[in-house]
């Protein structure tokens, strides 16, 4: 059972330089989720996409840019890499329903930009 | 927007003992969550609290919700190494549940 997969786990960047983070999920979840993850300041959400064709911005958007490929996949780009983005960044997935359902985490992707 | 304070920020505790976690709300809460985290790994999700007076256990670990006072505890009886890690919470900014705010969680060191 995979889960939620993030690639890479691991990246080094040179400022200025682009990535592309991916996400995929196969929990058939409508809803997915990136965050970063800074000592001292827990985990913020960067971007969110509640369903399929639809994205909004969460508490820290600024520098970085998302796509909801599909029902499975979900993006996080960084144009133009700052040292202020080294950080662990974690995908996450949930379902809808009714009632509140748990967000499920991938392992995160460790990002170090000089 | 909604924060959340948890206590104690670390806790290090000898094999055996009981511990209790905190986690306090500046806002309403709509739903609860409680995460482990394995240092260096993704968060793990634990159990989901939604309404006031709520309790639920899993083997050693037991969370509640206090709605009145916008608070949550996580306790973990006889605590053993595996139980190291960290724990955060999560709240639900909204009815729906699909946005959290988190923690900035608590570091437990279980000794043998």
């Known amino acids: 059972n995979a889960g939620v997969t993030q690639t890479p786990k691991f990246q080094v960047l040179k400022t200025g330089q682009s990535m592309t983070l991916q996400c995929a999920q196969d929990m058939n979840h409508n809803s997915m989720y990136w965050y970063r993850q800074d000592p001292g300041m827990g985990l913020r959400l960067i971007y969110y996409s509640a369903s399929e064709g639809t994205t909004d911005k969460g508490e820290v958007p600024n520098g970085y840019n998302v796509s909801r490929l599909n029902k499975r996949e979900f993006s996080l780009r960084l144009e133009s890499a700052a040292p202020s983005q080294t950080s662990v960044y974690f995908c996450a997935s949930s379902g809808q329903g009714s009632s509140n359902q748990p967000q499920h985490f991938g392992d995160g992707t460790r990002l170090s930009i000089l | 927007s909604q924060e959340l304070e948890q206590s104690p920020q670390s806790l290090i505790v000898q094999e055996g003992k009981n511990l209790t976690i905190n986690c306090t709300s500046s806002k309403t809460l709509y739903g609860l969550y409680w995460y482990k985290q394995k240092y260096g790994e993704g968060l793990i999700f634990l159990m989901m609290l939604q309404k006031g007076g709520e309790e639920k256990s899993h083997e050693k670990i037991t969370a509640k919700l206090d709605e009145k006072k916008q608070q949550s505890s996580l306790h973990i009886t006889a605590s053993q190494p595996s139980h190291a890690g960290i724990y955060l919470c999560?709240?639900?900014?909204?009815?729906?549940?699909?946005?959290?705010?988190f923690g900035g969680g608590t570091r437990l060191m279980v000794k043998p």
């Open positions: 999560g709240a639900a900014t909204n009815n729906a549940g699909n946005m959290l705010t």
